[in-house]
């Protein structure tokens, strides 16, 4: 291991501990304080968790600007003080609606923080460990997540009007990580861009690497299944199960970070040494269970809620994996943020749409139909996955 490997493996851990003490309590009950402590409705939920896709949306511009640029530094450090501007701003929440605003404030420097994170990561990781090191910060961060949610999980069961010194903690953690990233030495970006529409770019990218788009074009297809749960979710846990904090928050942030706690480090190893096509065809059959068994929870209650997440922190050791790093495997060298910011633009796309499909789903037609749809799409992602790693191996 080199000098630079060793200092940017140290620092990424470093920032993985902030980041994922800051993001536990975010991921695991933002949308049900919304809906307890401050009684937002289905529909503000729904807007809620559209959140973070209006952040991956407007990743293509950000990304378009940080490339005109040798350093991403300036970025990195502006991100982290709107984290931590956004989340003090908690203190004079009193309606859903100016706490929807300040979580999309919270949430959009992660249309920054994960290109720049894909640049640095590929530059001072080599090929043949980027996967395994990855994994064990993916792990770390997890684990943060995880004892964060708990914690946060318990103080609102006893006061949930806590919650706004709760995010004032989380935003200082989010904006030091944001900092610790932007410590990393990388060198500096040889290829520059011109600032370029993004749409243009993207449908340029597409033309030109057809293996990326058909890998994009699959992975929309299982983002869309798994973020039309986005709404159907929280309110199943809540309205149609009754759920406590600490019930979701265990379900949620436990069990459903214990798998990739346990298994990132692993699961970025076989990156590192298999087909991406193929990697997410076997990820995506499996996190086709996890809705199955959510749908359990009529019959079963809580526990085949608790059994879904433990299916689900399995199958998101691989999916967080193949997220983050599998745009790399398609980039030429200086453009990893580029392709990176088009696998998030598309995220952020599917994002606006699929949770409308799902509140509608949802609405109309009951959690089962939710439920049923997601376990359809991840299933066709799957067959589409290895469809095309049979031919790119062919």
């Known amino acids: 291991m080199t000098n630079c490997e060793r200092k940017t493996l140290k620092l990424h851990i470093l920032f993985s501990i902030f980041n994922g003490s800051s993001m536990g309590v975010t991921w695991a009950l933002y949308e049900v304080v919304a809906r307890r402590a401050l009684g937002a409705s289905a529909f503000q939920i729904t807007l809620l968790v559209m959140g973070l896709p ?20 300036p970025f990195l450090i502006g991100a982290g003080f709107l984290r931590i501007a956004a989340m003090a701003g908690m203190f004079w929440v009193q309606s859903p609606w100016q706490y929807l605003v300040l979580m999309i404030m919270f949430l959009l420097p992660l249309g920054i923080i994960n290109p720049a994170q894909n640049f640095i990561l590929a530059k001072n990781y080599p090929n043949e460990r980027r996967g395994a090191w990855f994994g064990i910060a993916t792990s770390v961060m997890n684990a943060m997540s995880l004892i964060t949610a708990i914690s946060g999980g318990a103080l609102l069961d006893i006061n949930e009007q806590w919650f706004r010194w709760i995010y004032f903690i989380v935003g200082i953690l989010g904006g030091i990580a944001s900092f610790v990233l932007a410590a990393i030495p990388v060198p500096q970006r040889k290829a520059l861009e011109q600032w370029e ?20 074009r699959n992975f929309f297809i299982y983002g869309f299944g798994f973020l ?31 798998g990739m706690i346990v298994f990132s480090p692993f699961t970025g190893r076989i990156l590192d040494k298999h087909n991406p096509f193929t990697y997410a065809s076997k990820i995506f059959a499996l996190l086709a269970l996890f809705p199955l068994m959510l749908l359990g929870g009529n019959i079963f209650g809580k526990f085949a809620v608790y059994a879904a997440y433990i299916c689900y922190s399995l199958a998101m050791a691989g999916i967080t994996i193949v997220w983050n790093l599998g745009s790399i495997f398609f980039a030429e060298p200086d453009y990893e943020a580029t392709y990176q910011s088009v696998h998030i633009t ?22 089962p139909a939710a439920f049923g749809l997601s376990f359809s799409l991840f299933l066709l992602a799957s067959f589409m996955m290895k469809s095309a790693a049979k031919k790119s191996m062919g």
């Open 54 to 73: 209006v952040a991956w949306l407007l990743s293509s511009i950000f990304t378009s600007a940080m490339q005109s640029q040798k350093s991403y530094r």
């Open 346 to 367: 598309m995220t952020g796309l599917r994002g606006l749409i699929a949770p409308v499909f799902g509140f509608v789903a949802m609405h109309f037609l009951g959690y």
């Open 228 to 258: 039309l749960l986005a709404p159907v979710i929280p309110l199943f846990m809540v309205d149609a199960l009754r759920m406590s904090y600490k019930e979701i928050s265990f379900a949620r942030g436990v069990l459903g970070m214990l």
């Open 197 to 216: 529409n993004p749409i243009k770019k993207i449908v340029s990218i597409f033309k030109t690497d057809k293996k990326f788009w058909i890998f994009e």
